[in-house]
């Protein structure tokens, strides 16, 4: 069996680069041609050369966007779309419909994590559509997600993950804020974070986002850019009331309109620091 994966950016390169390294026969593509081809893994020209070699296909593609602009609907027949980004959950819906109108069959299985996991094969994905559909995509992505739950049908998967979303953005901008008001008390920022490691609110996601506000490294793992789309997404499906993300979604707009938007999300920092002068 045959793969195919379009996407070889910040998540879709290492997620790629797992798949080869398990020895899938893989083929991938990417609208960005210096992006690396993973080891083992064959190049192709064209979308199409990807639907023409592949059984099954996975989209790690930046948005709703990007994924209409390469899935021609000539090319689905008798393939398995898996749809791993992040969209819209409707899109995602209207997708499947359009997927199996031209004869294809259609999974969601977004994942939770950032480059670090996707490097390290320990994504978390949520399964969402036809049962016997997740039976072969379960082994399939294996090699690049160390946990799968099934979330019902099409969008559970994609609505589980913004309610997942919902949590990371405000912890991450809590911790943000946490180290911004112990700096403005002079407080050592090392030992608030060996304080924070230490208690029992300590994670892989504060103990990463604690040490990059400790250093001032705002080397991409999940970038401001994209945690803002996440964010208006959240807000944007939501159907109560969502205080707490409207206001981290102006603070990460804040972010980019500020030249971070290809840093990582921990430097949402510099917008919440910004607020402080302008006080």
């Not at 592949?54 to 779309?81: Q, W």
């Not at 999300?265 to 402080?276: D, G, K, L």
């Amino acid at each position: 069996m045959t793969v195919g994966f379009l996407g070889l950016g910040v998540m879709g390169g290492p997620m790629a680069a797992n798949l080869a390294r398990a020895g899938t026969d893989l083929i991938v593509w990417s609208r960005t041609p210096s992006r690396e081809t993973p080891p083992g893994a064959e190049r192709a020209a064209t979308v199409a050369e990807v639907f023409e070699r592949a059984d099954i296909v996975i989209l790690m593609l930046a948005g709703a966007d990007a994924i209409d602009s390469v899935l021609d609907p000539s090319l689905i027949d008798g393939h398995l779309i898996v749809h791993m980004g992040t969209t819209d959950p409707g899109y995602s819906a209207g997708l499947r419909d359009r997927v199996e109108k031209a004869g294809g069959r259609y999974a969601e299985a977004p994942v939770s994590g950032s480059r670090g996991p996707a490097e390290a094969g320990q994504l978390v994905a949520m399964l969402a559509g036809e049962p016997h559909d997740l039976e072969v995509v379960r082994p399939l992505i294996a090699p690049m997600c160390a946990q799968t739950f099934d979330c019902g049908a099409v969008p559970g998967a994609l609505l589980m993950k913004l309610a997942v979303n919902t949590y990371l953005i405000s912890m991450v901008t809590g911790l943000a804020e946490a180290f911004h008001f112990a700096e403005g008390h002079g407080l050592d920022p090392v030992t608030l974070r060996r304080v924070l490691d230490a208690g029992p609110m300590a994670s892989t996601v504060s103990r990463v986002k604690a040490a990059k506000l400790v250093d001032g490294d705002f080397a991409v793992q999940a970038s401001i850019r994209d945690v803002l789309m996440n964010n208006e997404l959240i807000v944007g499906a939501a159907r109560t009331a969502m205080p707490l993300l409207e206001v981290c979604r102006d603070l990460y707009r804040e972010t980019l309109d500020r030249g971070h938007g290809n840093e990582d999300m921990a430097a949402v920092v510099h917008a919440i620091a910004n607020r402080t002068r302008a006080a």
